[in-house]
C-alpha cells in the first residue's frame, strides 16, 4: 500500500529534541495497498490473555506513527499512510475487511449472495449506528461509493471499485443494496474491502468533527501532531476495552523507539530489523512481528531487451540467493520468495518447488539467448527499506555468473513513476493485497501499475476466466494455472517478504501477531487493552 513515501520536514515538538519528517504516499499499492478477521485476536490473544488476565475495561492507549504533516485529514477516503489507515479504520468501517490470508471478512455487511452470471450481488448490511444514533444504510453506502468513484476526485479505492455500476446500482431497501457490475466479478467481497472503502453517512463532506460507525468516536485532532479518540461504547462489534486513544506523530524511527521506552506512548508503529534485534526478549519493550506483510522483489520488464527473452529472466530467477538477500537486505527480517507474489495469502501456489541459486544453469541459458557477459542497470533508491541494499547484494551474486549489474541511484521523490516506464530492471516491493487484486492491477494488459510490462491476451483470458467462476476450488485452480506460467516465466524476482515490527509497552495485551500490514487485525485499537 505504501510504496514509495516521500520525505517532507516537520517541525517536532511533541517528542522535544528529535527531529522527525513527514511522509506523503507515493506509487505503489497498497500497495498498500491496501490491507483481518472479524473481531477476534485469535491465539496470539489468547497468550497474552494469559499473562496479563481478562481483558481490563479502561486507560488510554497512545500510540506513534509516522504522520503526513499538515494536511493530515480525517477524510478516510483520502487515508493514504498507515496513520491515517490506523485513525480511519478506529472511527470508520468498511463493509468487508481483509483477514490475515487476505480473504474478505463481513464486517458491516451481514452477507453478499450473486446471481447467477455473477454481475449482480445483493449485500445485506447488519445492524449497526453511527455514532450519532443514525443506522446505517443502504444510501450511506451507495452515496460513499458514489463519492469515491467521483471522476473528478482521486480517492484511494475509486480503482478498486471501478467493476461497480453505481448509477444501475439501487437500495431495495434501509438495508439491503443491490449491487450492479459491468462484467462478471466472482470476487467481489474484495471491492467491499478495498483500501479506503469507508462507508460514511449519506451527504457528508466536512470531516473536521467526523461521525462515523467505528469503535472509537472523535474528541479532537491536530493535523501532523495527534488526533484523540474515546470509546464508542455502541459499537456493533461490541465496545473497545480501551476508554481513550490518541495517535501521535513521530516521524523518524529513533522518536517512536524513544518515546516507547520512555513511556511517553504505549505503541510504535514501523520499527526497523535492528531496533528489533536490539531489543526482542530483552523485557523492557515487546517486539512483534507481522509475517508476509510487504512483498521484496526485482522487477524486470518483459517487453524490452534483454528480459523480453524468457531465457534471461529465467537465468536471472536462478542468479538470486535469497537467503543471502534476506539476510542482508531485511537483517533476517524476513522469509524468502519463490517468485510469486502473496506467501501465506489466499490462492497462493504453495506447492511450486522452491527456487535456489543455479548458476552453471543461469550462465547455460545466458549463452543460449546470445547474453554472455550481459550487462545491465539496475534502479533503485532509498524509498523503500532494503532496496539499495538488495540491489548492491544481487549485483555482486550477478557478477559470480559473468553478469554486470550496474546500480543506478534514483530520485525518492519520483522513483516509483520513474521506474513504471523507463529503465530494464528496478527495486520493487508490494504491501498485503488479495492475489486477485495484484493480478488485476500490476499483470493485465491494461493494468495501470503493470511495472513488467507482463501482458499477454491468454493471461489476460485466464483472469477473466476466474471472476466468472462460481466454484471457489475451480477459481482456485485458474489461479494456480497463471501462477505456474509467472513462475516460469514471470517478470517479478521475488526474494523475499519482509516482517512489519512493531513495539508495545509491556502492558499492552490483545495485538495481534499474524495480520499483515494492511488487514483488519493489523492496528486493531479496539481489542488491544492496557493490563
Same mark, same amino acid.
Given at each position: 500500500? *505504501? ?13 522535544? %529534541? ?52 499538515? &494536511?493530515? !485529514? @480525517? ?41 447467477? #452470471? ?95 460507525? %467505528? ?19 455502541? *459499537? ?100 524468502? #520468495? &519463490? ?37 545491465? !542497470? ?46 530494464? @530492471?528496478?527495486? *520493487? ?22 511495472? !513488467? ?9 485466464? *483472469? ?55 488487514? @483488519? ?8 487493552? @492496557?493490563?
Amino acid at each position: 500500500m *505504501y510504496d514509495g513515501p516521500v520525505p517532507v520536514p516537520v517541525p517536532d515538538s511533541r517528542f522535544p %529534541g528529535l527531529r522527525r519528517r513527514g511522509f506523503l504516499a507515493a506509487g505503489g499499492a497498497a500497495g498498500l495497498g491496501a490491507l483481518a478477521l472479524t473481531g477476534c485476536t485469535g491465539p496470539a490473544a489468547s497468550g497474552d490473555a494469559a499473562a496479563g488476565g481478562r481483558p481490563r475495561r479502561g486507560g488510554r492507549l497512545r500510540a506513534a506513527f509516522a504522520g503526513g504533516g499538515a &494536511n493530515e !485529514t @480525517l477524510d478516510p477516503h483520502q487515508a493514504n499512510l498507515f496513520a491515517d489507515v490506523a485513525r480511519a479504520k478506529a472511527l470508520f468501517d468498511k463493509l468487508a475487511d481483509f483477514g490475515a490470508d487476505l480473504s474478505a471478512r463481513p464486517r458491516l455487511a451481514a452477507s453478499w449472495e450473486p446471481n447467477a #452470471g455473477l454481475d449482480r450481488w445483493t449485500v445485506k448490511l447488519r445492524k449497526a449506528s453511527f455514532h450519532n444514533g443514525k443506522p446505517v444504510t443502504a444510501r450511506d453506502v451507495l452515496y460513499s461509493y458514489r463519492r469515491i468513484a467521483d471522476p473528478q476526485k482521486a480517492f484511494r479505492a475509486k480503482a478498486s471499485l471501478e467493476p461497480l455500476d453505481l448509477t444501475a446500482s439501487r437500495a431495495v431497501d434501509a438495508r439491503t443494496v443491490e449491487f450492479v457490475l459491468k462484467r462478471p466479478t466472482a470476487e467481489f467481497p474484495n471491492l467491499l474491502a478495498a483500501f479506503g472503502a469507508y462507508i460514511v453517512p449519506d451527504g457528508t463532506k466536512d470531516f473536521t468533527e467526523p461521525v462515523g460507525s %467505528g469503535p472509537f468516536r472523535f474528541v479532537s485532532f491536530a493535523p501532523g501532531r495527534s488526533a484523540v479518540l474515546r470509546r464508542h461504547d455502541h *459499537y456493533w462489534d461490541g465496545p473497545p476495552h480501551l476508554e481513550h486513544l490518541e495517535f501521535l506523530v513521530a516521524n523518524e524511527e529513533s522518536a517512536r523507539l524513544n518515546a516507547l521506552l520512555g513511556g511517553q506512548v504505549e505503541y510504535a508503529h514501523e520499527l526497523t530489523p535492528t531496533t528489533a534485534r536490539a531489543h526482542e526478549g530483552k523485557g523492557q519493550i515487546e517486539i512483534i512481528r507481522l509475517r508476509n506483510s510487504a512483498m521484496q522483489a526485482f522487477a524486470m520488464k518483459t517487453d524490452r531487451p534483454p528480459f523480453d527473452d524468457r531465457r534471461v529472466r529465467e537465468a536471472f530467477f536462478l542468479l538470486a540467493d535469497r537467503k543471502e538477500l534476506v539476510q542482508g537486505a531485511l537483517s533476517g527480517a524476513g522469509e524468502i #520468495g &519463490n517468485d510469486l507474489f502473496g506467501k501465506g495469502y489466499e490462492y497462493y501456489a504453495d506447492g511450486l518447488p522452491q527456487r535456489a541459486p543455479d548458476l552453471d544453469r543461469a550462465r547455460h541459458l545466458l549463452k543460449q539467448a546470445g547474453a554472455d557477459g550481459l550487462r545491465v !542497470t539496475l534502479d533503485t533508491s532509498p524509498v523503500a527499506a532494503g532496496f539499495t541494499e538488495s540491489a548492491a547484494i544481487f549485483r555482486d551474486q550477478a557478477a559470480k555468473a559473468g553478469v554486470r549489474v550496474k546500480v543506478a541511484m534514483g530520485s525518492k521523490d519520483s522513483y516509483w513513476q520513474d521506474t513504471l516506464d523507463s529503465g530494464t @530492471l528496478c527495486c *520493487y516491493r508490494s504491501g498485503a493485497m488479495p492475489l486477485e487484486s495484484h493480478f488485476s492491477q500490476r499483470l493485465l494488459t491494461a493494468s495501470t501499475t503493470n511495472a !513488467t510490462h507482463w501482458r499477454h491476451k491468454d493471461f489476460d483470458a485466464l *483472469y477473466q476466466q476466474a471472476q466468472s467462476t462460481r466454484n471457489t476450488k475451480d477459481r482456485a485452480a485458474v489461479y494456480a494455472r497463471m501462477q505456474r506460467r509467472l513462475y516460469a516465466e514471470g517478470g517479478f524476482l521475488v526474494w523475499g517478504f519482509a516482517d512489519w515490527i512493531l513495539g508495545t509497552a509491556r502492558t499492552v495485551r490483545g495485538v495481534d501477531r499474524r495480520a499483515p500490514a494492511n488487514t @483488519l487485525d493489523w492496528a486493531r485499537f479496539d481489542k488491544v487493552w @492496557l493490563a
